[in-house]
DNA sequence: CAGAACTCTGAGAGCGGTTACTCATCTTCT
DNA sequence: AGAAGATGAGTAACCGCTCTCAGAGTTCTG
């Protein structure tokens, strides 16, 4: 009574179908409700008479059998969520692929929620996501320690992609950022690069001081490292590249992908040759960085093994066994025409 | 009952918190079911100091309403869905952005569904997440018109960007493809050019076949039109480059950014200069083809009207309003440095 | 042929909320 | 002081579906 007034209320001029319930179509079939559903559901124990005239009002009345009232009855949606901080970031395209996939399998599906880097809705979004489904896959690479672990009974069960959670079991798969960037530095050095720029990430970012954190430590006493605040998209990086011409550098690291592309694009502007005058490399190897010119060399994160992963273990969670053991998956060096021996 | 027992045999050894009920906290409080409701509401009539307990209670359990329960109770979810054919074609963030922050200020959550350009999936994925949530935004520029037509009631209230569906009033966004090519072909002769290959996007695309007929409109006797069957994606487009240099022409009409990237990418391998031995243009101006080498011209479609403009839509339809009329947005030409003077 | 063992189907109790109604209780006005 | 009006909280129905349980009808057994 209470929503049908307002139900009809709202849907005074729209909703031309007054959607068809289960007891619709029990009352037109001549069954119970309980029979309805069984034959929704393919329980095979009802008479194939019933259920063919089941089947037929149903096709008739054009039911189908509303989820949200499904998922309160079951206590499952049969469906989760991902939570992403920037959609426009191809680095988590081949996640989300690979994790829709992998859910699938199990007839889960997969919603997506771009937080659009906005911290202060994330944890709201987080919630409000996770509480409409089963489970959720957490990117949340800026938000603090604390909040996250404040908020990790509401999420569970959940799995955090590139980041950590100390103290607490939540699994999680991780990206070894040093690993990378040791390659990288490795490559650059062997081509004779002595003076290095880092274009940093956003420093409220893991991921960036992880990054960091390696360079410094792989500098001691090898080469020269000049850190340069810049930020994470196309623009930022096409905006810093002005500024690597005083610094007399040979060699650019650059935070991610999408950086390395803005410099270079801003470089070749300049008229700076890449790689003769300027080397640079990028990070994730997101799928067009094949096709800058020169095509970019960077740590390619093996993205694709990162959904099937993810969902093997909130799959776990969600049937209370235990998830496997946290993995840290190692980025493979690529190197192509962006890379070149340092100038004399 | 039956529920529980399932559940409890569910959640055997995950689920560390079994969640507060609305009926636990006000057993806790003290009050009736109908009380903490009106507290969780935010109703200004309950009395100060019995809200405050409830708040109280509630707090300790960590209680927070069930957005499933509620969604059944109210009739409505407060969500909003966007279906997209591959989150991977950057095109759609400019409009999920817009989405969400339209839908935003509404109180409106945007949750977003990839189909991967999965065909079959669409029509399920379409219907399932329209059905959990009020209101649907959808883009699936290859579904045939009879099926979406078919669709069409369950999917209501919903709002269909890229393409329109003849004899129905269903609101739709679309691109005025035909105008955007007339502009780059116009710009082309403009430059000399009078043999021209039209690098094609899946011709199950209405987007696609609406650029081919705006050709050969265009190219009646004006110049020569050479079509080259290709694809969607960088790959599509990188491969296909090396087909050109036998067609003998001086420029190149790509189906969309993506596909003038990779055919970018390629020419610059075989060491064709862009654009003084070719000239290359694109369609969508999505984020980075600024930041090419050289930068694509291109048809920039302003994606961030589409977003808004389809939350209008749907507000009204989800309302019971009419909505505005349907718009097409107008590309604009943005000459960039991947075209020149055809050569002689 | 009675009773056991099955099969089907329907009745009804949830799932976790919301809200129309009802009923005290407290004001306020005549 | 007594009646009408407010106000605040509780009761119970309902959203649409699932599932246990029990009863009716069938088929087997001995």
Known sequence: MSNRSQSSERTRASAPAERATIGLVAKTAGVSR??????????PRVAPELAQRVRLAAEELGYAPSPVARS???????IIAMLVPDLGNPMFQGVLHGLTDAAAKENYRLLVADSNENL????????EARRRCDG?????PRMPD???LELTPQLEPFVLINRELPETSTPSLTIDFAAGIRDLVTHLLSLGHRRLAYLAGPDTSASNRARVRALHKAAQDTFELVEVACGATFADGHAVADQLTDLNVTAVVAYNDLVAFGT???????????PSQM????????PFVRYTTPPLTTASVPMDQLGPQAWQRLWALMNGEAPEKNVRVRPRLEVRG???????
Chains 1, 2 share one sequence.
């Not at 309160?72 to 049969?78: E, F, P, S």
């Not at 202060?120 to 919630?127: I, Q, R, S, Y």
């Not at 080397?279 to 997101?286: A, K, Y």
């Not at 962006?338 to 004399?344: D, F, N």
């Open 146 to 148: 604390e909040q996250l």
């Open 264 to 274: 270079l694009s801003r470089l070749h502007e300049l008229g700076i040759n890449v």
């Open 72 to 78: 309160l009855a079951l206590g499952r949606t049969g």
């Open 279 to 286: 080397s640079i490399v990028g990070f994730d190897d997101i």
């Open 136 to 140: 959720l896959v957490l990117c949340a």
């Open 120 to 127: 202060h809705e994330e944890p709201v979004l987080a919630t």
């Open 34 to 43: 309980a029979t309805v559903s069984r034959v929704m559901n393919g329980n």
């Open 338 to 344: 962006s890379t070149g021996p340092a100038p004399r």
